[in-house]
């Protein structure tokens, strides 16, 4: 295994509560409630979870932008989480962040040319000073824009484009480790997968290692290396992606996989979909013992009294990290390679294929009737080429195309 760039070691982060006129503490939400993994060089560690479940904030006290109630970040062998004020700055040149929205993360009042270059002007020892214009255009064509759109303000860029930008700041000093907190969410699917190809070609072009915080579980499967599964503040599952997805052991992973749509229709009825009762607890009041326990199918009196351990639990061909007490692998949905299987008879030889057949044989004699744009619309559908590709798992695939550059 590659060396551990990154160690998180049972990090605890609790916002406390407070009432009345005093302002006294009367509880706290406890947001991350021991967490612990390691992130080895030049891989990418996924964490998915449900909205509320503490992935942002982990990735914020993996910066110190939160300051942790408890537990550590270790850099390199060395402890982030005491270290002083000049001794964060350096470390914070190793360690970027990606925020979730490309545009409220960017100053409107700066040019492009600014925002890339603000972080030289906090170490100015990283670039020359008459050598900084340079380097900002080099970032941006690194990053798939236009380096003659330094002095455009981001209200002039796509969506896109403004997470493109926030990229190049994150990587202008040579991190060795980028935090992403949800880049992709704020973007359309056609853009999501611009934005995800970008980074896995940055990370081979320049080694970086990732946490990519993100809820949409094909685009986590597609871009990481590893996985881990938060729930209510803690660590459900990990393990390696395939382990993950394809073995799952934690019933909420098996919850959270039942639920994504499966684009093959000869899948359909196939799935064994788990539907989860109850809501998620609140975070300032979680149970005890397990905190799935209340919506979990599998619950006995020992899950409500005593706390699973993320320890490796058998999946089947192997084992993998998995905090249940009767964690078992689920086969969730099975997928089949239909690379050069013929099509199914329900699906072939319909009346629009015929009618998208007559209309090729008339387009290509150049006579037949005239079709305002629905029927086109409906009738024009392109013909599968051999550069269209074979997909056997539509979950793992994305596009790779680029949005326009303005």
């Known amino acids: 295994m ?12 609790h916002y406390p509560i407070k009432r009345g006129v005093l302002r006294r503490t009367v509880g706290h939400v406890k947001a991350v409630d021991g967490v612990s993994f ?9 964490i998915v979870g449900e909205s509320g479940c503490g992935k942002s904030t982990l990735g914020r006290l993996l910066m110190r932008l939160e300051e942790p109630t408890a537990g550590s970040v270790t850099f390199e062998g060395q402890d982030w989480s005491g270290a002083s004020a000049r001794d964060t700055r350096r470390l914070r040149r190793d360690i970027q962040i990606v925020f979730q929205d490309p545009y409220t993360s960017l100053n409107p009042r700066m040019t492009v040319g600014d925002i890339i270059g603000e972080p030289f002007e906090i170490h100015a020892d990283v670039v020359p000073k008459g050598g900084r214009r340079q380097r900002v255009q080099e970032l941006l064509d690194l990053v798939g824009l236009n380096p003659e759109h330094i002095n455009r303000y981001p209200h002039q860029f796509s969506g896109g484009q403004r997470q493109r930008i926030g990229i190049a700041r ?10 992403c907190d949800e880049p992709v969410s704020a973007l359309d ?27 949409d579980l094909s685009v986590v499967r597609h871009i990481s290396d590893r996985v ?11 393990g390696e992606e395939d382990e993950v997805y394809a073995r799952p052991t934690h019933p ?8 994504v749509p499966v684009p093959d229709p000869t899948l359909r009825g196939k799935r064994d979909q788990i539907v989860l009762v109850g809501d998620v607890p609140s975070p300032a009041n979680p149970p005890s013992g397990c905190r799935f326990h209340t919506r979990c199918w599998k619950a006995q009196d020992v899950c409500s009294t005593l706390e699973p351990e ?15 007490h009767f964690a078992e692998p689920r086969l969730v949905v099975e997928t089949v390679d239909v690379t050069g299987i ?16 007559a209309g090729a044989g008339l387009g290509a004699e150049g006579g037949g009737e005239e079709l305002d744009s629905g029927q086109a619309e409906d009738r024009a559908r392109p013909p599968a080429t051999e550069d269209t590709p074979q997909v056997s798992d539509p979950t793992r695939v994305v596009e790779d195309t680029r949005d326009n550059q303005g």
Do not use: W
Request: aromatic residues 4%; negative net charge; contains cysteine.
């Open 2 to 13: 590659p060396e551990v760039v990154l160690s998180a070691q049972n990090l605890v982060k």
């Open 228 to 238: 881990g599964v938060m729930y209510l503040g803690r660590m459900a599952e990990l």
């Open 170 to 179: 994150g990587i202008a000093l040579n991190p060795k480790v980028l935090i």
């Open 342 to 357: 013929e099509p199914d008879d329900r699906f072939v030889s319909t009346d629009t294929d015929d009618l998208v057949d």
């Open 189 to 215: 699917v056609s853009v999501q997968a611009q934005v995800v190809n970008l980074m896995e070609k940055l990370q081979d072009e320049l080694g970086l290692a990732y946490v990519f915080i993100a809820h």
């Open 252 to 259: 909420y992973t098996q919850a959270l996989l039942s639920a």
């Open 310 to 324: 993320l320890e490796p639990r058998a999946d089947g061909h192997g084992e993998h990290l998995s905090a249940c």
């Open 38 to 46: 390691d992130l080895h060089k030049g891989e990418t560690l996924g």
